[in-house]
C-alpha cells in the first residue's frame, strides 16, 4: 500500500532551484534565472539551472582533459605527486566554492569559471604564453585564449557571464569581471596556486619553510592548508566590510608581496629559467613546423577563418607538454643521435 507520508525523495525542478536561488543569495549575486541569453538560443534543461550546464559543459570538453597532461610550475617533475594544471585547476573550484558559500554568492557559476579559468593554457605553464606570444598580435595570453576555445574551437555555447569571466580570470585583463562570481575566481586562483606551489617547490627540494620572510610566515602560516584557510578568511572578511569580493589593503599586500617573492625564489630561479629556454625553442620550432607544413594540422584546428599561422598557434598551444615534445622530437632531432 502506497504510504501517505512524506516522500523519501522530491522533484526539485530547475524553476524551484532557481526560486530558491532568488531567497537565499546575497543581492549581488548572479541569479541563474536573470542570466544573459546564449548566442545560440536552446531550450533550459529541466533540472539544471544554465550556469550548472555551462559547468558540465567545460568538464566534458576535450580541452580540460588535456589539463592532466599539462605543467602548473616543475617541467615534466619526477614523482606522482606534483600538481598538474588539472589538479591546479580543481583546487581553484574547490577554494572558490567555499568563498561563494560563506558569500551566499552562485556557487555553481563560481565553479563553471573556475574549471575554465585554465582551459586556454599552452604546455609547459606560463613559459608557453611567452613562446607563443610572438606570433600574436598583442601578445598570446591562455585566459583570451580560453574563450577562443569555448566559441570557436570546441564551440560549447556558454553563457556570457562564464566566458567573461574566463576571459577577465587573469589579473592582468582590465576591466575587472563585471560579476562578484568572477571576482572569487581571480582570489581563488591566486590563493591556491601560492599554496599549492609552495608546497611542490618544497617537494623539489628547491624550498624550505624557513626560506619564507618571517613576516610573511608569521601572518599566513606554514605553506599549504593553512595558508589557503588564512587567505580564504580574509577574502571572507574584508568583503563583507567592502560589500564587494574584495581584499582590504593591509591583507592584499602582503599577498601581492608573497607572490613576488615566489616569482624571485620559484618560479624564475636559474634552474627553472634554463627549462623554460628549452620549453621555448620546443613551441617555437613546433609552430614554425605547422605553419609551413598545415596539412600535418588536424581538421579541428584548421578553420576556414583561420591563417596558417594560427591554426598552427592554435593546434600547438593546445598540446600536452608530452605530446609537445614528442611532436618536436619526430621532426627535429637527428636521426640516429639517440
Not at 544573459?36 to 570538453?61: G, K, S
Not at 585583463?173 to 586562483?189: H, I, L, Q, W
Not at 589593503?249 to 627553472?272: G, I, K, N, Q, S
Request: proline share 7%.
Amino acid at each position: 500500500m502506497r504510504s501517505t507520508q512524506r516522500e523519501v525523495l522530491q522533484r526539485r525542478t530547475r524553476e524551484v532551484r532557481e526560486a530558491e536561488e532568488a531567497e537565499r543569495l546575497a543581492p549581488i549575486a548572479t541569479l541563474a534565472s536573470r542570466a544573459q541569453p546564449r548566442d545560440h538560443p536552446e531550450p533550459e534543461d529541466p533540472y539544471r539551472t544554465t550556469f550548472e550546464r555551462d559547468r558540465d559543459r567545460i568538464l566534458h570538453c576535450k580541452a580540460f582533459r588535456r589539463l592532466k597532461h599539462k605543467t602548473q610550475v616543475f617541467l615534466n617533475p619526477e614523482g606522482d605527486h606534483f600538481v598538474t594544471r588539472l589538479t591546479h585547476t580543481l583546487q581553484v573550484a574547490q577554494v572558490g566554492r567555499s568563498i561563494a558559500n560563506a558569500l551566499a554568492l552562485n556557487e555553481a557559476l563560481v565553479e563553471a569559471i573556475c574549471l575554465g579559468h585554465d582551459i586556454g593554457h599552452a604546455p609547459f605553464g606560463h613559459t608557453g604564453e611567452d613562446a607563443l606570444s610572438p606570433f600574436v598580435e598583442g601578445g598570446w595570453q591562455h585566459a583570451i585564449h580560453g574563450v577562443r576555445i569555448v566559441e570557436v574551437l570546441e564551440p560549447l555555447n556558454l553563457t556570457r557571464e562564464v566566458r567573461e569571466g574566463i576571459r577577465q580570470s587573469s589579473w592582468r585583463n582590465d576591466p575587472p569581471p563585471s560579476t562578484a562570481e568572477g571576482m572569487v575566481c581571480r582570489f581563488a586562483d591566486r590563493i591556491a596556486y601560492l599554496a599549492h606551489d609552495a608546497q611542490d617547490a618544497q617537494r623539489a627540494g628547491v624550498l624550505h619553510p624557513e626560506d619564507i620572510p618571517v613576516h610573511l610566515r608569521e601572518r599566513f602560516g606554514p605553506p599549504g592548508r593553512q595558508w589557503i584557510d588564512t587567505m580564504i578568511e580574509m577574502v571572507i572578511d574584508d568583503s563583507i566590510r567592502a560589500g564587494e569580493v574584495a581584499m582590504a589593503p593591509e591583507h592584499l599586500e602582503p599577498m601581492t608581496e608573497l607572490r613576488t617573492w615566489m616569482f624571485d625564489h620559484v618560479y624564475l630561479r636559474p634552474e627553472a629559467r634554463a627549462h623554460a629556454a628549452r620549453a621555448v625553442r620546443v613551441i617555437q620550432d613546433l609552430v614554425g613546423w605547422y605553419r609551413d607544413h598545415p596539412d600535418e594540422i588536424p581538421d579541428s584546428y584548421r578553420l576556414d577563418t583561420s591563417t596558417d599561422l594560427q591554426a598552427a598557434v592554435d593546434y600547438v598551444s593546445g598540446m600536452s607538454d608530452k605530446f609537445a615534445m614528442r611532436a618536436h622530437d619526430a621532426r627535429f632531432r637527428p636521426s640516429g643521435l639517440y
